[in-house]
């Protein structure tokens, strides 16, 4: 099983600068994306479904700020968002 983490520093930047094409070439059973600074409605353009993967994506609600991503092969059984603390700080993306 292959796995990937970056940090993207903004993902339609990312885009632009040829994320998704590395992305495809790389083989990656689970790709995980963090620092995205986009809003999960924003993402709706092909370039961030890449053919073969399932995405996800969290964001912080805030916009500019946090998000993550996570793209499988596979489609999950089950997806948990957050980890459950009374404070809420898991829900920042």
Excluded at 47 to 52: L, Q, R, T, V
Excluded at 73 to 89: C, D, E, T, V, W
Aim: charged share 20%.
């Amino acid at each position: 099983m292959r796995i990937i983490s970056l940090s993207v520093d903004g993902i339609h930047q990312a885009a632009q600068r040829g994320l998704f094409d590395w992305i495809t070439n790389q083989d990656a059973d689970i790709i995980c994306l963090q620092d995205l600074r986009a809003l999960e409605y924003e993402l709706d353009d092909d370039i961030f479904h890449p053919k073969d993967y399932f995405a996800y994506f969290f964001d912080s609600g805030v916009q500019h700020c946090n998000g993550v991503a996570i793209y499988t092969r596979y489609q999950p059984k089950a997806l948990i968002y957050g980890l459950g603390f009374s404070s809420g700080i898991d829900m920042e993306g």
